[in-house]
């Protein structure tokens, strides 16, 4: 993450997509509107609320003074998306106006957020310099995202990734490799895979659910029922996964420190590769990141 002179500090925590490393962060609102969800506490310590335009158009400024050209821009908290779209017109206008070389921005989205806008909103946002958006999808099961309060249904969040992509934003779709425990865990990965396949994202990303301390929470939201998945029942997760999609050019990665396997490749035309891998790891015959060096 970029370091660099503002006048205004960063409210923590802090988050960011993995592929965001390098990317010139801004809070264009703080915390998460939603903030529900059973197996996440990135925002629990913050209440929502969307930053003073002042105050954020200062950082702008500043940062685009201090740091010259600018190639990617990432904003921050939890869903930018939530924003009105005038608000966010103008922010992405601040940022043309005020950093130079900016050649993409990109924020978090819920899924309804993105199909509460409607197709003329997202294409104003596209033509102002938004051009991709990362979906927690977590699930496409809708028993497991009622379990976890996410929310959303496997409908609603076709529905959204549908309409960003229509619009011509990019989607970097979330899978949670886990979340539906053992007893969900089958129908969990087929309904994840059904959700990509309809929607057909230019990025998709499998994360394993790590619970948070005070997992008690998420135990019981889910149910008695629930059990966490073994490494090994992970990876028998993450192979119906992968063999359920049916996906054209989706570049796909399960590399967040999170994995035990790192995988990296392009759904479909590596999918035969990524199974083979998958099942090298099941067979204990490919390396696996070991259990000290897994974190968020």
């Not at 702008?60 to 005038?86: E, H, P, Y």
Request: net charge positive.
């Amino acid at each position: 993450m970029l370091v660099y002179p503002l006048p205004i500090p960063y409210d923590q925590p802090l988050y960011r997509p993995p592929s965001e490393a390098d990317s010139l962060i801004l809070q264009a609102a703080l915390g998460c509107s939603w903030n529900r969800c059973s197996f996440c506490e990135m925002y629990t310590s913050k209440r929502f609320r969307p930053r003073a335009e002042a105050e954020l158009f200062a950082e702008i400024r500043a940062a685009g003074a201090a740091l010259g050209r600018v190639r990617r821009v990432f904003l921050a908290d939890g869903d930018a998306m939530v924003l009105s779209t005038r608000r966010l017109l103008r922010i992405l206008e601040r940022i043309r106006a005020d950093i130079e070389g900016v050649q993409r921005v990109s924020c978090y989205a819920l899924p309804r957020q993105l199909a509460g806008k409607s197709a003329a909103e997202l294409g104003e946002l596209r033509a102002a310099g938004l051009s991709l958006v990362y979906v927690g999808v977590e699930s496409g099961d809708d028993e497991v995202l009622r379990r976890v309060r996410k929310g959303e249904t496997m409908a609603s969040t076709i529905e959204g990734l549908a309409h960003a992509r229509a619009a011509g934003l990019r989607v970097s779709a979330m899978i949670l490799n886990g979340l539906g425990g053992v007893a969900l865990s089958a129908q969990h990965a087929r309904h994840s895979a059904e959700v990509l396949n309809e929607t057909q994202p230019e990025y998709a990303a499998v994360l394993v659910v790590m619970l948070p301390p005070g997992e008690e929470r998420f135990r019981a939201a889910f149910g008695p029922d629930y059990r966490e998945p073994s490494q090994r029942e992970l990876l028998q997760e993450l192979e119906t996964f992968v063999a359920a999609t049916e996906l054209e050019s989706t570049i796909f990665r399960s590399d967040h420190a999170s994995n035990y396997l790192v995988l990296k490749g392009v759904l479909g035309k590596d999918k035969a590769r990524l199974l083979g891998e998958i099942r090298e790891a099941l067979a204990a015959r490919r390396r696996l990141r070991p259990e000290h060096a897994r974190g968020l």
